[in-house]
């Protein structure tokens, strides 16, 4: 691999077996890398030592390693709706902006669990409320590399209750 596509390291030596297919994979543990650019190349050897030859030169894929966090939503909105809470914000300005998960919590005191883990819209109604109950929202954003955004602020919603008569038609 390579940071600046110059330098080059060996990440693994990949010996074929006389059981083994002509399809090789390999796990490799990016963890100590910096965040940026990383440059990965394959080399391969026939029986005879000659390297492989692609029509374009060497192989050679790049990859961003990204360990930055999305920034928080600051203007998640809850509003009480009739059997719903309406939940609104604005889209965060970063554009690997995969989706977004929501938490709630019940009550005064109770304990934020996720209620949605990839809503992929900036906006949702939370259906799963009960009639004249008070429930406390905080949303993050997450990007297309998994970085989660700290918290939003909490939005508060008391879903109306129906006072809506049935109409038989």
Known sequence: YSLDNTEW????????TAAASNTFSYKWDISPLSEGTVYVRVRAYDGE????????????????V?????????D???????????LTWTAPKEEDTAYYKIYRAEGENGEYKILVNQCMYSNYNDGTTGYGKTYRYKITSVDTAGNESEASNEAVAQVKKDTKAPVIH
């Not at 390291?9 to 074929?16: M, N, S």
């Open 76 to 86: 998640f909105k809850a509003e009480g709706c009739e059997g719903y809470a309406a």
């Open 66 to 74: 990204d360990r930055t966090a999305p920034s928080a939503i600051a």
């Open 9 to 16: 390291k060996e990440i693994k030596t990949i010996e074929k």
């Open 49 to 64: 030592g000659n390297e492989n030859v692609y029509e374009n030169g060497i192989l050679t894929n790049s990859y961003m």
